[in-house]
């Protein structure tokens, strides 16, 4: 038997309202030399402990970004233009003031202190971030001890304590087996692993069940549940499949084209829809619920290349509620709507 | 009339080992699969990856040779059995089974312009005459919504969805009795998915066409498929038509395989069915029923006996011991 995790020992984290990360007008830039890309254009929002915001939309919306943005690993040329990331407070100091993310340079070390100790990340593909030379062990115990006094020894325990808490079968055997030895869904396991080794308070899971079968992303979601459950951590789930997000988010920004065009709670998302976006998205998605062989509402025409970004609205070409001459000149502004919702689109006001 | 029937069609690859890389082992990939297919149906063929199904596409169109087995195609009334042929003799045949493939980026000749990319399958089968085939390549481009003038383009100025198409239209041009895709839409973004599953659905009532659909994602299928078949470690566990399979799954892996699908609605987060440990190795199967590992309702006689396909209802085959005992939960 491993030794009790001393990581099951800690209290989840008292869920209350206030969010522990603001993300403010956000907006990552890539200067290339063919033109500049918006790949993130003034985004949003609030992640608060306990609960799950789920970052969702199409190839190309930028919501990767959005999480790269949040830990500094932008890859170059990329880099944030403009806003404010608040992280509040502070694991062993919960009082501390609130630290704006976006004005530290990515190589600090107040930087480095908080990736992976505060919030961390999981990856979309599990075989292609983790080193194949080293052992899946080895690797916990570089993120524990990079943020702790850990000897290896106890370092190494953590991580057999850490692979048992996420399921992994025979932890002690499977802790000093390599990255390849592993399947697709015992990969993502440990990836998680690594990601708790230092207890962040929040985890951004970034399509963390794409590259899986089905069968093994039902067991992942329902691991980050009863993890969140346990931790009271805030998950950021960015994810292009509407089905997860029904499932596991409880807030949810739907992205297009780097932006946020609509923002709520996720069942109002799914039953009432207020972006024109949003609304044909849903129509066109395939159900597991449909009548079989029926047609799907299309939405007309693909994402426009990034160099090609149109101007005003850029949903506006695709959009089936396109107003001439207004759509195309200017850029809905985000609309707090008095239910609390937030939606970008010249339907719901704002007109110039 | 059956376009066509495959009969216990098996693939084993050799796991060679040591110097003399002699055969310690065989992976079954596919492993006795019989199904048929009706002309102008939808068979999907679901599962999970190394479930065998792009095996059984690639040995359709015996790109890959069966280890054994039958597939017999019918071409204008008369039936080939394609697992015996040779490459030689196969050519001959080969214009009347046509793939529409994954990736619409690797699955393009980049060099080559859209109406060679379509024209070259009539060129390589006789169509001399440019003219001929200038005149059936507008027509193809009809067919798949892409305007003429798109002609000269090259792959490189069209979207995911839009070389789809392109793809789907060079796998029509030869009128074929059977296109077989694999997974045709899981590469793209959901907005254009759709957009393809209705074409391929238009085409289908315009044209009679035959599909085998391989696909893994369970919401997809259900719109485009008359009839489904759900594989497990290289066997066909259940075939049968989509409302009664969706609805009534018969057998316990096409029931946690539904139940895993998480529905586009936040008001049925469902208590679902979630499947302990890991697929089975095909090179080293369990015992009895491949399935049996995992399955909350096996019973001793699944850990002995490998279970064999049966016509539990008319037209519904399952490969389960108990399917005619347990009652299992579908997707309304």
Known sequence: MPPTPTVENITAAKVNNAPILSVRGLKTYFHLSEGLVRAVDGVSFDVRPGRTLGLVGESGCGKSVTARSILGIVDPPGRIEAGEIWLYGATENPTAAPTNLAALPPRSAQMRAIRGKEIALIFQEPMSSFSHYYTVGNQIMEAIQEHSNATRKQAHARAIALLHTVGVPQPERRVDEYPFQLSGGLRQRVMIAMALACDPRILIADEPTTALDVTTQAQILDLLRSLQEQRGLALILITHDMGVIAEMADDVVVMYLGRAVEKGPVDDIFHAPRHPYTQALLRSIPSILAAPRTKLATLGGSIPHPFNRPAGCPFHPRCPEFIAALCDNAVPPVLTEADGREVSCFLHGGRP | ?332
Request: with cysteine.
């Open chain 2, 1 to 332: 009339m059956n376009v066509l029937e495959v009969t216990d069609l098996r693939k084993h690859f050799p796991i060679r080992r040591g110097f003399l890389r002699r055969i310690v082992g065989h992976v079954r990939a596919v492993d006795g699969v019989t199904f048929h297919i009706r002309k102008g149906e939808t068979l999907a063929l679901v599962g999970e990856s190394g479930c065998g199904k792009t095996t059984v596409s690639r040995c359709i169109l015996r790109a890959l040779a069966p280890t054994a087995g039958a597939i017999r195609l019918s071409i204008d009334g008369s039936v080939v059995d394609l697992a015996t042929l040779s490459k030689r003799e196969l050519k001959r045949y080969r214009r009347h089974m046509q793939m529409v493939f994954q990736d619409p980026f690797s699955s393009l000749n980049p060099r080559m312009g859209i109406a060679d990319i379509i024209g070259e399958p009539l060129l390589v089968n006789g169509m001399r005459s440019a003219d001929e085939r200038r005149k059936r390549v507008g027509e193809l481009l009809d067919m798949v919504q892409l305007p003429r003038a798109y002609r000269s383009r090259f792959p490189h100025a069209f979207s995911g969805g839009q070389r789809q198409r392109i793809g789907i239209a060079r796998a029509l041009a030869l009128n074929p009795s059977l296109i077989v895709a694999d997974e045709p839409v899981s590469a793209l973004d959901v907005s254009v998915q759709a957009q393809i599953l209705n074409l391929m659905l238009d085409l289908q009532d315009r044209l009679g066409l035959t599909y085998l659909f391989v696909a893994h994602d369970l919401s997809v299928v259900k719109h485009i498929s008359d009839r489904v078949a759900v594989m497990y470690v290289g066997r066909i566990v259940e075939i049968a038509s989509t409302q009664s399979l969706y609805e009534r799954p018969k057998h316990p892996y096409t029931e946690a395989l539904l139940s895993a699908v998480p529905k586009a609605d936040p008001r049925i987060r469902a208590d679902r069915v979630i499947l302990e440990r890991e697929v089975a190795d095909p090179a080293n199967p369990p015992p009895g029923c491949y399935f049996h590992p995992r399955c909350r309702y096996a019973q001793e006689r699944c850990r002995v006996e490998a279970p064999q396909m049966e016509e539990v209802e008319p037209n519904r085959w399952v490969s389960c011991h108990r399917a005619r005992e347990i009652s299992l939960r579908g997707v309304q």
